[in-house]
C-alpha cells in the first residue's frame, strides 16, 4: 500500500524560506500529477503548486515565482520550495500523487509563517 509522508514545515518569519518534501513509500507508476495543496483556517483546501508530468507546472497566483515545485525520480519524492514567505501562506499543506486510477494524499504538514 502507497503511503506518502512530508516533512519540512514548521515556524518561520515572514520573508523567510522553506522546502517541503514529500515520499512514496512504494511503487507508484504511471504518475499523471504531483503537487502540493494548502488549507488555511476557515477555508477550502487549494491547489498551490502541480506538476503535470512531464515537465509542466502549473501556480496558484499568489505564490507564483516564490513557490518552485520539482520532483526526484530516483527518490519518488517531491518538493515544494517556498521562498518569500508570507503571513497569508500560513496553513496545513498536502501533497498529492495522481496515478491514471489511483490518488494518494500525504497526511499535511503545518507551515506558520509569523515574526
Known amino acids: 500500500q502507497v503511503q506518502l509522508v512530508q516533512s519540512g514545515g514548521g515556524l518561520v518569519q515572514p520573508g523567510g524560506s522553506l522546502r517541503l518534501s514529500c515520499t512514496a513509500s512504494g511503487s507508484i507508476v504511471d504518475i499523471v500529477t504531483m503537487g502540493w495543496y494548502r488549507q488555511a483556517p476557515g477555508q477550502e483546501r487549494a491547489s498551490v503548486a502541480l506538476l503535470i508530468l512531464p515537465e509542466t507546472t502549473q501556480y496558484e497566483a499568489s505564490v507564483q515565482g516564490r513557490f518552485t515545485v520539482s520532483r526526484d525520480n530516483a527518490k519518488n519524492t517531491v518538493y515544494l520550495q517556498m521562498n518569500e514567505l508570507k503571513h497569508e501562506d500560513t496553513a496545513v499543506y498536502y501533497c498529492?500523487?495522481?496515478?491514471?486510477?489511483?490518488?494518494?494524499w500525504g497526511n499535511g504538514t503545518l507551515v506558520t509563517v509569523s515574526s
Open positions: 498529492r500523487i495522481r496515478e491514471i486510477d489511483m490518488d494518494y
